[in-house]
C-alpha cells in the first residue's frame, strides 16, 4: 500500500517536474493567441532562451543573469514574430515557423562558434544553476502519513521556477479577467476592430501580449537548461513547445485548464519514462510511443470536435487593418 | 487609392530578389559574427556545390528532394491552406514504399517498381487525409493538425523501426535491403547505359521524377479546370461557392495532392539511396519546402530554382563545415530560417520602398504605393 503510493508520489513529482517548461510556454502562447497573434514560434523562443540561459550562466556562473538573458534573447525572437505579425501584418504561420527555424539554427551554430563543444554550452556548476528548494518543515512533515509524505515529495524540492510557473496561472487569470488590460487583451482578439473604436491601440496592446509571450517562454528555457539539467544542448526543447501548443488547445485558451492540459501532458511523459520494458499482466508491454503520440492523438481528436469543440479567439491569425481602402 | 499596379517584373521578380539577397545579407553578418570572412565562405560554398561533378551530383541530389517538398507546400498554398506536414508526408512515403518492395518482392520490376512509386504517394497521400478532411468539414487548424501529425508520423516509424519491420539481428532501426528490382538506378548507372562515364553520387532517376513533378503542378494549377478551382477557392472561398465550386471538396483534393508530391520526396532518399527504410531520413525536407515555396512564390519554375539554391547550400554547406570546422552545418537552417522570414512573413517590407523608387526613377509619381499584394497564403 505505502509502496504503491510512494510510486505514485515518484510520477507526481516527476510530472510536475516535465510538466513546467511546458507551463510556461503554453502561458505565452495564451497571451499571444488571446490577443488575436497566432504562435507557432513556441518552441523557438524557448530554444533561443535555453541556449542564451546556458550561454550566459556558464560565462557569469549566476542564475538570474542566465534567466536575464534568456528573456532577453527569446523576447528579441518575440518583437520579430511581432514586427512581422502586427506591424507588417505579414502571414503569422510562417513568422512562426521561421523563429523556429532560425532558433534552431542559430543555437547550433553559435554554441559550437563559441564554446566548441558540439553545440552544447559549458557544465554549470550548482552555483550557475536554480537548484532545489527545501520547503519549510519538509523533513519533519515526512513522518506523517500521506499529507506530509505529499508535501516533502510533491510540494517540496523544486526550483524557484516552478514555484513561478505555478504562481503564474492564478496571476494569469487575475490579468486576464479581472484586470482592464486583460479585458482590452481579450477584446482585441476578438473584435479589434471595437478596440480601435474605442480610441485604443490594437497595435500596442498585441505587442504586450506577444512580448509578455517572449518573457514566458524565456522563463521556460531557463528552466531546461539552468534548473533541469547544468548546460544548454541541441535541440533542448524537442518538440515541448509544440507539446504545449497542443495543450493550449486542449485547454481551450483559458489558464486554469493549461494547468491541468499540461500536468496531464507531463504525467504522460513521466508514464511513458517509467513504463519502458515493464510487462503488464494481460497487456505485455506497452510500446513507449503510443503513450509520447497520445497528446497528439488526443489533440487532434478534440480539434475535430469530438470531445467538446476548441474554438480559438476569434480574430486570431488575421493582421488588423484599421483602413480598408 | 487607384494607383497604376507595378510591373510584374517588379512584384514577381525584383522584391523576392531583394527578399532574398537580405537573408542571404543577414546570414552574411552571422558568419561574421563568429568571427569568420563571409565571402570567403560563399566561394568554398560555391565551389564545393557546383565545381565538380561529385559536388554537382550531391547538389542535384539534395534538389531532388527539395522540388517535391516545395511543390508539395505551393499546391496547398494555392488552395489557401498551409500544409505544414511535408515532413510526416514524406515519412509515411518511404513506409508506403518500404511496404510495397518488403511486400511484394516477387514482382518483376517493371511492375515492382512503379507499385513502390504509386506507394510512396499513396501513403503520403493518406498521411494528410484526416487533416484535409478536418480542415475541409470539422474547420479544424490543418496547420495544428498536420504539425500533430508530424509528430505521430515520427513515433509510428519509431514504433515500427524498432519493433515489427525491423531487420533480424541488426541492432539499427531499419529494415531489410529491398530487391534489386524496388530500387531506382543511380544516374552514374543509367549514363553508363549510354556509354557515358560519370561520377558515382547518390543522383538517382527521381530527379526526372522532380522535374515531371514540376510540369504536372504547373500544368495541373494553370491550364487545368481543377487547378482553376484550386485557385479560386485560394483566393476566395465565397465567391467559389457561387462559381459552383465546393471549397471543402477542393480543399481536401488539393491537399490530397500537396501529401502525394511530398510522399514522392522518398523516392529519392529510399528507392533511390538507401535501398531500405530508415529512421528520420527525412531530415528536415519538409520544412526546407516551406522556403523553397516561399522562395519560388508557388511557381514550379520557381521552385526547381529554389529548390537548386537550398541545393547548392546543403551541399556547399557540407564541404564548408569540413573546410572551415567553425562554421557548422546548421548553417545552413540559419539561412533557410533568414529565407522564410525575409521571403515569407515579412516579403511586403522592402515592397513599398521599392515601388516608390520605381516610381521615381520613371516619373510615374503615381505608381501604386502598394506593390501587388499578391501574397502567399
Known amino acids: 500500500m505505502s509502496d504503491a503510493f510512494q510510486i505514485m508520489l515518484l510520477a507526481v513529482d516527476s510530472a510536475v517536474r516535465l510538466s513546467v517548461p511546458l507551463l510556461f510556454a503554453c502561458l505565452a502562447g495564451l497571451y499571444s493567441e488571446r490577443a488575436g497573434v497566432v504562435d507557432i514560434g513556441l518552441e523557438g523562443k524557448m530554444l533561443i532562451g535555453a541556449f542564451a540561459a546556458g550561454a550566459a550562466a556558464s560565462v557569469v556562473p549566476n542564475p538570474w543573469l542566465g534567466l536575464l538573458a534568456a528573456v532577453l534573447a527569446s523576447v528579441l525572437f518575440a518583437l520579430i514574430h511581432g514586427f512581422a505579425s502586427i506591424s507588417q501584418r505579414g502571414n503569422q504561420i510562417v513568422s512562426g515557423v521561421a523563429i523556429n527555424v532560425l532558433a534552431s539554427g542559430l543555437t547550433a551554430v553559435l554554441g559550437n562558434a563559441w564554446f566548441n563543444q558540439g553545440g552544447r554550452t559549458p557544465q554549470l556548476p550548482n552555483t550557475a544553476r536554480f537548484n532545489e528548494i527545501t520547503l519549510p518543515f519538509a523533513v519533519e512533515a515526512r513522518t506523517v502519513p500521506f499529507i506530509g509524505e505529499f508535501y516533502h515529495e510533491v510540494v517540496s524540492g523544486h526550483s524557484v521556477l516552478v514555484y513561478i510557473a505555478l504562481t503564474l496561472v492564478p496571476l494569469t487569470w487575475f490579468g486576464l479577467y479581472r484586470t482592464s488590460w486583460g479585458l482590452r487583451l481579450r477584446a482585441v482578439g476578438e473584435n479589434p476592430a471595437a478596440v480601435d473604436t474605442a480610441g485604443l491601440s490594437v497595435t500596442r496592446l498585441r505587442y504586450s501580449a506577444v512580448v509578455v509571450a517572449g518573457i514566458l517562454c524565456g522563463f521556460g528555457g531557463a528552466y531546461l537548461a539552468i534548473a533541469q539539467s547544468a548546460s544548454f544542448i541541441t535541440d533542448m526543447t524537442a518538440g515541448k513547445g509544440f507539446i504545449a501548443l497542443a495543450a493550449l488547445i486542449f485547454a481551450k485558451w483559458r489558464p486554469w485548464p493549461a494547468l491541468g492540459a499540461c500536468f496531464l501532458f507531463g504525467l504522460l511523459d513521466a508514464v511513458a519514462l517509467r513504463i519502458q520494458g515493464v510487462n503488464f499482466p494481460g497487456i505485455g508491454q506497452v510500446p513507449v510511443q503510443a503513450i509520447q503520440a497520445l497528446p497528439y492523438i488526443l489533440t487532434v481528436v478534440l480539434l475535430a470536435g469530438f470531445i467538446g469543440k476548441a474554438i480559438p479567439p476569434k480574430a486570431v491569425g488575421i493582421p488588423y487593418l484599421k483602413d480598408r481602402s | ?377
Request: proline share 5%; charged share 10%; glycine share 12%.
Open chain 2, 1 to 377: 487609392m487607384s494607383a497604376r499596379p507595378v510591373p510584374v517584373w517588379l512584384s514577381a521578380g525584383v522584391v523576392p530578389l531583394v527578399n532574398v539577397a537580405v537573408a542571404f545579407l543577414a546570414a552574411g553578418l552571422v558568419v561574421a559574427l563568429i568571427g569568420e570572412n563571409p565571402l570567403e565562405a560563399l566561394q568554398i560554398m560555391l565551389r564545393g556545390a557546383l565545381g565538380s561533378q561529385y559536388g554537382l551530383g550531391y547538389t542535384l541530389y539534395y534538389t531532388t528532394s527539395f522540388i517535391f517538398t516545395g511543390l508539395a507546400v505551393a499546391v496547398a498554398f494555392h488552395a489557401g491552406h498551409f500544409n505544414i506536414g511535408g515532413e510526416g508526408q514524406a515519412l509515411m512515403g518511404g513506409l508506403g514504399a518500404a511496404l510495397v518492395a518488403l511486400g511484394l518482392p516477387f514482382l518483376p520490376w517493371p511492375l515492382l517498381l512503379p507499385l513502390c512509386v504509386l506507394g510512396a504517394i499513396a501513403a503520403g497521400a493518406a498521411w494528410v487525409f484526416i487533416p484535409a478532411y478536418l480542415q475541409a468539414y470539422r474547420g479544424s487548424h490543418v496547420v495544428i493538425t498536420t504539425i500533430m501529425f508530424n509528430f505521430l508520423a515520427g513515433t509510428l516509424l519509431v514504433y515500427l523501426l524498432v519493433g515489427p519491420l525491423k531487420m533480424t539481428g541488426s541492432m539499427a532501426p531499419e529494415t531489410a535491403k529491398f530487391v534489386p528490382g524496388a530500387t531506382l538506378p543511380l544516374m552514374n548507372q543509367m549514363a553508363a547505359w549510354f556509354g557515358l562515364t560519370i561520377t558515382r553520387t547518390p543522383l538517382n532517376l527521381s530527379f526526372v521524377f522532380a522535374i515531371l513533378a514540376a510540369i504536372f503542378v504547373w500544368v495541373l494549377i494553370w491550364r487545368t479546370r481543377l487547378g482553376y478551382a484550386i485557385r479560386t477557392v485560394g483566393a476566395n472561398p465565397d465567391a467559389a461557392v457561387y462559381a459552383g465550386i465546393s471549397p471543402a471538396r477542393i480543399t481536401v483534393i488539393a491537399l490530397l495532392i500537396s501529401g502525394g508530391l511530398a510522399g514522392l520526396m522518398a523516392t529519392n532518399e529510399i528507392l533511390g539511396v538507401q535501398g531500405r527504410l530508415i529512421n528520420e531520413f527525412a531530415a528536415g525536407a519538409g520544412f526546407v519546402g516551406i522556403a523553397v515555396a516561399l522562395m519560388g512564390r508557388g511557381h514550379p519554375f520557381g521552385i526547381v530554382l529554389a529548390a537548386l539554391l537550398f541545393g547548392v547550400l546543403y551541399q556547399g554547406g557540407a564541404e564548408l563545415a569540413f573546410d572551415k570546422p567553425k562554421i557548422t552545418r546548421e548553417m545552413i537552417i540559419v539561412i533557410q530560417g533568414f529565407v522564410i522570414l525575409f521571403a515569407g512573413a515579412l516579403e511586403m517590407m522592402f515592397a513599398d520602398q521599392i515601388a516608390q523608387l520605381y516610381g521615381r526613377l520613371t516619373g510615374k509619381a503615381d505608381v501604386a504605393t502598394k506593390a501587388s499584394a499578391k501574397g502567399q497564403a
